[in-house]
């Protein structure tokens, strides 16, 4: 496993638990050491205890040198970054180009190098074409397998996926990404056999059809401040159709994260370039972008129409609950933006608070909560952490200097919330 991130280590990690021999490579020397020691670089629920037990029953290795960590391997992934290229919103694929490289320099015997890392469309053309021009034909073969985890919930769907998407040309190598994943067809999982260009166009389409979703009600959500009506009452109520579902459905400050900005622009980009333009995703990039602006707008509103001398609290950071991945998070843009209209800002986030401290200069951090809300003159739920949705209502009332509380996620009950005297300023929450 080329790559121990995110989706590397979690892979490998679980790969390792269904009983395959695994080694995660690192070129981060620092984060192999301290894989070593046992200690996960990332947090991720359940995922410290899965390298540990994996480790000491002996099928998680770890390495930082490529030809080390691939020596007999049949299968050789490839999970490291795909971020933004600057200025066209390419994906930048350097590391999995070089990785490639790095690869082909390593085989030593037939091995199957399966991209994971989400890839524009021709990108397993490309690698073979590289390792080709180092090595013979017939002793490798490339497979796209694009990787659909949540973090915050990565080991469930990595042991109950969906579905697994597997572009393989080659029947040799079909027949090893069946073995590797044979735990998972066993439990009924469906395995997608595919070609490699419509694999790797699965992952664009879903991830993007999942911003859409949040894009939409995001947008519902405005109107609904416009013209009255309550955003999560639609939500359900559109939700429970089977054909549209719940999920995805939440409003809030607008996505971020390590997959949707990134994808999003990807997509667009890779439709330009193939002369067949995907409005509907160009519109969704910008309104995304325009909202997380928009916030910092209406958290001044709520505060009176000035935050210039106030203190303002902060609750969560991360761009979703259960990460401490700060990857464009959307308080990466708000934050900044209530500092320049002079707000302190006070935050606290469950386990974002070390990636979010290098990268939100002059923001205090404090180590709990309440201590966040002490003296404050408004409360801004930024991202939805389970510890946040059960708090005392009446001791942040308290806490707060001014009972000023702006709920970007909806997380607070709004009558029951103005009931006792806070001013409650939720999304899409009526007019
Ligand atoms: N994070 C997610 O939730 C998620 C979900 C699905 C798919 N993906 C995709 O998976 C890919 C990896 O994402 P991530 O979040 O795990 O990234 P990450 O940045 O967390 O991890 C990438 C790792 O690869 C290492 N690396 C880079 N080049 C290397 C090389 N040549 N040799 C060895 N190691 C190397 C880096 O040091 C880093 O530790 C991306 O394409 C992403 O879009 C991510």
Redesign the pocket.
Known sequence: M?????????SGACLADFGHEIVC????AA?IAALREGQA??YEPGLSELVVANQRAGRLAFA?D?AEGMRGAQAVF??????TLAGDGA?DMR??F??AR?IADAIDSFVVVVN????PIGTCDTIERLIGERVAKDRFAVVSN??????GA?IDDFKQPDRVVVGVEDEAARLVMREIYRPLERNGSPIVYTTRRTAELV?YAA?VFLAMKVTFINEIADLCEKVGGDVMDVAHGVGLDKRIGRRFLNPGPGFG???FP??TLALTKLAIDARSPMRLVETLVDVNDKRKVAMAGKIVRACGGSVKGKRIAVLGLTYKPN?D?M?DAPSLVILPLLQQAGATIVAFDPEGATQAAKLLPGVEFANGPYACLEGADALVVVTEWDAFRALDLARIKAALREPVVIDLRNIYPQSAMRAMGFKYVGIGRGA
Not at 2 to 10: E, F, P, R, T
């Open positions: 080329v790559g121990a991130g995110y989706v590397g280590l979690v490579i690192d070129k981060d984060k670089p990332i930082a490529i490839i999970a490291v970054g795909t971020p994906a590391y999995v070089q990785a790095e994971k890392s989400t890839s694009p990787e659909f985890l949540r973090e990565a992952k991830n994260g390590s997959c990134k994808d990460t991945d990857r």
